[in-house]
């Protein structure tokens, strides 16, 4: 495998990690994303409902799935792209109007307002249809393997970072009984 390929896998996996998992936590629980959206953009009333986010969930979800395969994988990096541009665009309005609802990204329990952290995701993630256009075939089984475990490490990974709070608790010694 040449180093070329070694980074499409890489970029891919990770792209794909990050999307899987933001869609999988706003489809568990996609409230949180709702009231920092409508805040965001001063809607009441209806505005982005549960509904709306677990739509978005489904094309995060779908698009990190379609980064794994060898002949979605254009179409994932493109939906890859045009949702790092959403994430980049929510944090730009997120620094410039203020909103002080915390989104839950990536499922987080605290987690902070839309801001820097959604436009430096989005932005990586907008470079993703770039490799992808830039990178040549790789062999389709290989490839696969490859993005699939490096997709389900990296929401491992992200799981952990996101919860540290709560592996931090399972990690401290219980109190000694008396």
């Known amino acids: 495998?040449?180093?070329?390929?070694?980074?499409?896998?890489?970029?891919?996996?990770?792209?794909?990690?990050v999307?899987?998992?933001?869609g999988v936590a706003k489809t568990v629980s996609p409230a949180r994303l709702s009231r920092a959206l409508?805040?965001?953009?001063?809607?009441?009333?209806?505005?982005?409902?549960?509904?709306?986010?677990r739509l978005f969930a489904g094309v995060e979800i779908l698009a990190a799935l379609a980064l794994a395969g060898t002949a979605t994988r254009p179409a994932g990096a493109w939906a890859a792209g045009v949702l790092g541009a959403s994430f980049a665009l929510?944090?730009?309005l997120g620094l410039v109007r203020g909103?002080?609802?915390?989104?839950?990204?990536?499922?987080?329990?605290?987690g902070r307002p839309l801001g820097w952290p959604n436009v430096l995701a989005g932005s990586l993630l907008m470079t993703v249809p770039v490799l992808n256009r830039a990178a040549g075939t790789a062999e389709p089984?290989?490839?696969?393997?490859?993005?699939?475990?490096?997709?389900?490490?990296?929401?491992l990974l992200l799981c952990l970072w996101a919860h540290r709070g709560l592996v931090k608790d399972l990690?401290?010694?219980?109190?000694?009984?008396?």
Do not use: E, W
């Not at 999307?19 to 933001?22: C, D, I, N, S």
């Not at 409508?38 to 986010?53: D, E, P, Q, Y």
């Not at 290989?142 to 389900?152: E, K, P």
């Open 99 to 110: 909103g002080g609802t915390a989104c839950g990204c990536l499922g987080a329990a605290g």
């Open 38 to 53: 409508n805040a965001l953009f001063r809607r009441s009333g209806k505005g982005f409902t549960r509904g709306h986010v």
């Open 1 to 17: 495998m040449a180093v070329h390929d070694s980074v499409l896998v890489a970029v891919n996996s990770a792209a794909a990690s």
């Open 171 to 178: 990690t401290r010694p219980l109190p000694a009984s008396r």
């Open 90 to 92: 929510a944090g730009v």
């Open 141 to 155: 089984a290989a490839y696969f393997f490859q993005v699939s475990t490096g997709l389900a490490c990296g929401a």
């Open 19 to 22: 999307l899987f998992v933001a």
